[in-house]
């Protein structure tokens, strides 16, 4: 689990607002991810980070901004919410502490409703 | 190009070994392979993984091919707890994953 939460667990929101996501962890890992889950199409990267104020792209990330000012937070931001981006979002860490001894943990998602 | 191939199911009689295979022929040198499941709508969880010796932990073993271009999981005596889909995936500092595998383990 690696202590990692994410906030709001369900929302609903009208086309054209803007929305955030967070995810928090506990434990420092350097790798965070952003990834959606759709029926059909499995998980898909969003967006990543591999350290403060360091992200990149993944397979998805039109329509999809992240921040990340301190080792613990990583927001996705959707600036202006689409029927699209409905879906279930899932954070993920990942700590590099050597071949044998590394682990990744999900976070237990967000469900977002775009209506 | 896909990342990575998998079965898109697979059945499997509780107590017997389930073999699910994985295709990462475009793996890169530097990129390990990782099994995840995800039981309903959970997140999922990880499994095991590996760079290129094969790995047995806890939960599963996994085989990797000695060039490196597909991988097996197997979870030695299935139970009707292990009904999930199960992703491979490939990670550098990307972590990417396929379509999965449906398991059903039956009684």
């Known amino acids: 689990d690696a202590g990692i939460t994410q906030s709001p667990r369900h929302k609903v929101t009208e086309t054209g607002t803007p929305v955030t996501l967070r995810c928090h962890q506990t434990?420092?890992?350097?790798?965070m991810y952003w990834y959606r889950q759709d029926p059909g199409h499995g998980l898909r990267l969003i967006h990543y980070?591999?350290?403060?104020?360091?992200?990149d792209k993944g397979e998805v990330s039109d329509g999809y901004s992240v921040s990340r000012s301190k080792t613990e937070d990583f927001l996705l931001t959707l600036e202006s919410a689409t029927s699209s981006q409905t879906s279930v979002y899932f954070c993920?860490?990942?700590?590099?502490?050597?071949?044998?001894?590394?682990?990744?943990?999900f976070g237990p998602g967000t469900r977002l409703t775009v209506t | 190009d896909a990342k990575t191939t998998q079965p898109p199911s697979m059945d499997c009689a509780e107590g017997r070994a389930a073999n699910l295979p994985c295709n990462h022929s475009?793996?890169?040198?530097?990129?390990?392979v990782y099994w995840y499941r995800q039981i309903h709508s959970q997140g999922p969880q990880y499994i095991i993984h590996?760079?290129?010796n094969n790995e047995t932990n806890e939960m599963a073993s996994l085989i990797i091919t000695e060039d490196r271009k597909s991988s097996t999981l197997i979870l030695p005596h299935a139970t009707l707890r292990d009904t999930a889909v199960y992703y491979c995936?490939?990670?550098?500092?990307?972590?990417?994953f396929g379509g999965g595998t449906r398991l059903m383990v039956k009684p």
């Open positions: 993920a860490i990942r700590s590099v502490q050597g071949a044998l001894k590394e682990q990744q943990y």
């Open positions: 434990e420092n890992h350097r790798y």
């Open positions: 980070s591999y350290g403060v104020k360091d992200t």
């Open positions: 475009t793996i890169s040198g530097n990129e390990y």
């Open positions: 590996g760079l290129k």
């Open positions: 995936s490939r990670a550098g500092n990307m972590l990417t």
